[in-house]
Structures are given as structure tokens and as C-alpha cells.
């Protein structure tokens, strides 16, 4: 079974709302909803890919981040590394570059809005944070 190594970002509005993307260009997961990010390239730190990551869906630059979480997951056709990141600061405002949704959502409704099942755990964490 093939292993993913992923970095995604967590990123809040002034109003407290988490940012989600949806996901596109095809594959079994299309449709659905994820906290931004992809894979680590050969040579990347998460760090790197994150910020790398970001700039190429949603045209922002990163300031300050802060590891947030680490999740590893098993679908029925891969395993996923997931690092989370708090992004704490960032210049530009978010957009779909690659022609993805996004939605700000608030954080006790994260689970309403068909996350990928790796980002569970996440979701559940954030809401611990929020009460």
C-alpha cells in the first residue's frame, strides 16, 4: 500500500472560523472537504511544503506557524502522514487557485461538512480548543 507524507495548514479568521478546501481533480476523495496542504516532496520539511503548498492553492505567503497535531491514517488504497500546522499569520487573502471551494466554517460545525476521514482526530482536537 502506498505511503503519503502530508503537511496541511489550519488557518482562522478574525470571527474564530477554520478555512476548508474542497477537493478536485478527480480520485475517490473528490467532492469532499480537507484542511489545505499536500504532499512533502523529496527533500521538503513539512515546514517547507506547507508554505509551498499554500502559496500554490490558495496564493497565500506564510508567517508564523505552529505544529499543531500529527495523525497517521489507513484508507482501503493508501496510508497518509499528516503533520498539521496552526497558520497563526499569513500576507494575502485566500483564494481557489486551482478552482476549489473554500469555506470558512465555524469549528463546532467542522463535522458537519464532509472532512476527509484522516482530519477527524483534528476536527475533534480543534473543538476541545474552542470550548
Known amino acids: 500500500m502506498?505511503?503519503?507524507?502530508?503537511?496541511?495548514?489550519?488557518?482562522?479568521?478574525?470571527?474564530?472560523?477554520?478555512?476548508?478546501?474542497?477537493?478536485?481533480?478527480?480520485?475517490?476523495?473528490?467532492?469532499m472537504w480537507e484542511f489545505p496542504g499536500g504532499k512533502i516532496g523529496d527533500g521538503e520539511s513539512p515546514e517547507q511544503a506547507l508554505e509551498r503548498e499554500l502559496s500554490e492553492e490558495l496564493g497565500i505567503e506564510l508567517g508564523a506557524i505552529k505544529r499543531f497535531m500529527h495523525i497517521e491514517h489507513d484508507y482501503a488504497d493508501r496510508s497518509v502522514a499528516i503533520d498539521?500546522?496552526?497558520?497563526?499569520?499569513?500576507?494575502?487573502?485566500?483564494?481557489?487557485?486551482e478552482g476549489q471551494q473554500l469555506r470558512w466554517v465555524e469549528t463546532q460545525l467542522l463535522a458537519e461538512h464532509n472532512l476527509l476521514p484522516a482530519d477527524v482526530p483534528?476536527?475533534?482536537?480543534?473543538?476541545?480548543?474552542?470550548?
Do not use: K, T, Y
Open 2 to 31: 502506498p505511503r503519503f507524507r502530508v503537511a496541511a495548514g489550519i488557518l482562522h479568521d478574525s470571527n474564530g472560523r477554520v478555512l476548508i478546501a474542497e477537493r478536485v481533480g478527480g480520485g475517490p476523495f473528490q467532492g
Open 84 to 97: 498539521f500546522f496552526l497558520v497563526l499569520s499569513w500576507v494575502n487573502e485566500p483564494r481557489g487557485i
Open 122 to 131: 483534528v476536527i475533534e482536537a480543534l473543538q476541545q480548543m474552542a470550548s
